[in-house]
């Protein structure tokens, strides 16, 4: 993992990433800004989804880059986080030229979190479009936190407080690609009741503890564990390279991902999960084989399945009655 100082998304040039966190609300913000525009796409395998632009990322529609991407708590309530986006970055005269306007470009996903404790009651106006602005203004390239923060702030998966996790690796080809992702899923990302990770086989320097697998584990431990009655759902993230991809690279790119999320959540993608997955490209290196891509593609689902499991062994229970536990206070 050569050149990838931090093992974060902001390890590819040209990008920032900015948090908006309400510990009390339960739920937050995080935005991911491009100096330039990238080019983007996107996928949906979960049942229950909830996007803002997402339609504007299939490889058949016509804008092809977008300023900024959003993942944001509050169910459909937190689509109100891309304006405050789309505030800031008119602020700064970026967007998609539409005659002499810029419209800027800003794709969103939203987790499912009102039901984890915190105060919703927040009156006539959601707080999300507020925060969307502060999330944009916070960006800075650079390390950045992990997991009770931003997008992660309220999330929970079926045994333990989920997260924001983030993770980076190199090609052979010395293209970097990296993820960013809120773990809010309806499965679990630890094995049975134990505190090992679905995503140890792809983890390196110890970054979510160093544990490994159990020395054995059986079908009991892959039976279901969901939430139940308590949908609070969904698992949303990006996939991020510095690679010049065309709109149908960046879309299977984002597929790819959702792999790295079905490699370290058991079950992904069920019914009641909207589990989406940006992807985009900041074209400062062109593939020189169709080798290359494949490659490329490999490690993306491999830096969404080692990001999900940090974001979940970095979370923090929320400081509300009955909060669910997370992965350090079950296992130090």
């Not at 800004?33 to 796409?41: G, K, L, N, R, T």
């Not at 969901?226 to 690279?249: H, P, S």
Request: glycine share 14%; with cysteine; charged share 15%.
């Amino acid at each position: 993992m050569a050149d990838a100082i931090e093992n974060l998304l902001t390890d590819i040039e040209g990008i920032s990433v900015g948090h908006s966190t309400d510990l009390e609300l339960g739920s937050g913000v995080t935005v991911i800004v491009f100096d330039e525009p990238a080019v983007a796409s996107g996928s949906v395998l979960g049942g229950a989804p909830g996007g803002r632009e997402t339609s504007l990322l299939d490889p058949s529609m016509t804008v092809e880059v977008v300023d900024a991407l959003v993942l944001s708590g509050g169910s459909a309530f937190g689509l109100d986080a891309a304006g405050g986006v789309q505030a800031g970055l008119r602020e700064i005269g970026r967007g998609f030229p539409v005659g002499d306007v810029r419209v800027p470009i800003v794709p969103q996903a939203i987790l499912m979190d009102l039901l984890n404790g915190g105060n919703k009651d927040w009156g006539i106006q959601s707080p999300y479009r507020d925060m969307g602005y502060t999330a944009f203004k916070a960006a800075t390239k650079g390390a950045f936190a992990l997991g009770s923060v931003g997008a992660g702030t309220g999330a929970t998966t079926a045994t333990l407080k989920g997260g924001l996790g983030s993770a980076s690796a190199m090609t052979t080809g010395g293209h970097k690609v990296a993820a960013l992702v809120a773990v809010n899923a309806m499965g679990s990302a630890t094995i049975g009741d134990g505190p090992f990770f679905w995503s140890a086989p792809f983890e390196l320097d110890d970054e979510f503890g160093g544990i490994g697998l159990p020395a054995n584990f059986s079908a009991p431990d892959t039976v279901l564990r969901a939430k139940g009655i308590n949908l609070t759902a969904t698992t949303i993230g990006a996939v991020v390279t510095d690679a010049a991809l065309t709109k149908a690279q960046a879309h299977r790119l984002s597929i790819m991902g959702q792999n790295g999320i079905g490699r370290a959540v058991l079950p992904a993608h069920l019914p009641a999960d909207g589990d989406t997955v940006f992807a985009a490209a900041t074209n400062a290196r062109p593939l020189a084989s169709s080798v290359d891509f494949m490659e490329l593609c490999h490690l993306a689902a491999l830096v969404m399945a080692r990001a999900v499991a940090r974001g979940v062994y970095e979370a923090t229970s929320l400081p509300v009655e009955g909060a669910q536990l997370s992965w350090r206070d079950r296992f130090g």
